[in-house]
């Protein structure tokens, strides 16, 4: 080796070394303003969110259920609130979870590519309706429709308040539906980076092709199934504009057939308007949906690891 091809690749090597090091300074600036935005936020949750806290006082705010911010004696309880949220949250999860990692289940394994070629697009074009469209056609075709099944049932009650269709169970299905195409994507995205071999191998085994899905490929995609169920949760929780719509928005406990109110559109319906103590509660509440989402994203990240260390 002479010496112009020793100094070329030093040169070379001094050349990557540098693009690494700003690789790396590129990388470390990026994850820090990361930190620093949720740092950020949490910061100005807070700041904001605790003031009604001490002044109107924790036990009413978050137990109470009697919700009047502007009479005369104003009271701020939004326990029926928060029930709303974990309720409807919850069931719409029990619905959309489901029918997305089948769905998902269906694209990526037993759905011929013709088929999966035509509902792969309206799952994508799906993810990008804007949320109030789904709260108009919610308005417009679910509403009456549960309208018309709570007719039936109530039909001789004295005491039921009907709402028109605008209900808990209107905002379940409409939120279940919403979160079906973060589920269905991002379930998929994992089932199809499970390795080909363990199909193969679990095939070879004599296992069926059912078998091999639910028994072999999706508990090897769990890790990828759970992130899209944090996704789905997170969009379902904080999910606004659409839940206006249907809900009907009273505060009321969270039956199926009750007009409902969830932390979402408590804010969304009286920011505009709120001042003084029942703005400083509109902002509890913002802390309250926040500290939830934190609380179900680290409880599922926890589930997710211990899941991985019993592997």
């Not at 009413?60 to 709303?84: D, H, M, Q, R």
């Not at 679910?142 to 808990?168: C, R, V, W």
């Not at 802390?287 to 592997?311: A, P, Q």
């Amino acid at each position: 080796m002479n010496g112009q091809e020793s100094f070329s690749i030093m040169r070379n090597s001094k050349t990557t070394s540098a693009i690494e090091k700003t690789a790396q300074g590129i990388f470390t600036l990026c994850a820090f303003i990361a930190i620093l935005a949720v740092a950020s936020i949490t910061v100005y949750m807070v700041i904001n969110g605790t003031p009604a806290l001490f002044h109107v006082g924790i036990k009413e705010i978050v137990f109470g259920t009697v919700w009047k911010p502007a009479s005369a004696e104003p009271s701020f309880g939004i326990l029926y609130v928060i029930l709303t949220s974990i309720i409807g949250t919850a069931l719409a999860v029990l619905l959309g979870v489901p029918v997305g990692v089948l769905t998902a289940v269906f694209l990526s394994e037993v759905a011929p590519k013709k088929l999966a070629a035509i509902v792969k697009p309206a799952v994508e074009l799906l993810a990008g309706i804007p949320s109030v469209i789904y709260g108009l056609l919610g308005l417009m075709i679910l509403n009456p429709l549960m309208y018309k099944l709570e007719l039936a049932i109530f039909k001789d009650s004295e005491t039921h308040q009907f709402t028109g269709g605008a209900n808990l169970l209107s905002a379940v299905l409409v939120l279940a539906i919403m979160i079906l195409p973060t589920v269905i994507n991002i379930s998929e995205s994992a089932i199809r980076a499970v390795p080909a071999q363990l199909k193969s191998a679990s095939l070879a085994l004599g296992a069926s092709h059912i078998q091999t899905i639910f028994q072999v490929i999706v508990p090897a995609a769990k890790s990828g199934i759970i992130t899209a169920i944090v996704l789905g949760v997170g969009r379902a929780i904080g999910e606004a504009m659409a839940i206006t719509l249907v809900s009907g928005s009273s505060v009321n406990m969270p039956l199926p057939f009750n007009s409902v109110r969830f932390l979402t559109t408590a804010i969304v319906s009286e920011m505009g308007y709120a001042a003084g103590t029942h703005r400083q509660v509109l902002f509890t509440i913002g802390l309250v949906l926040f500290v939830f989402i934190m609380i179900i994203n680290i409880s599922l990240s926890k589930l997710l690891k211990k899941g991985d260390k019993e592997r």
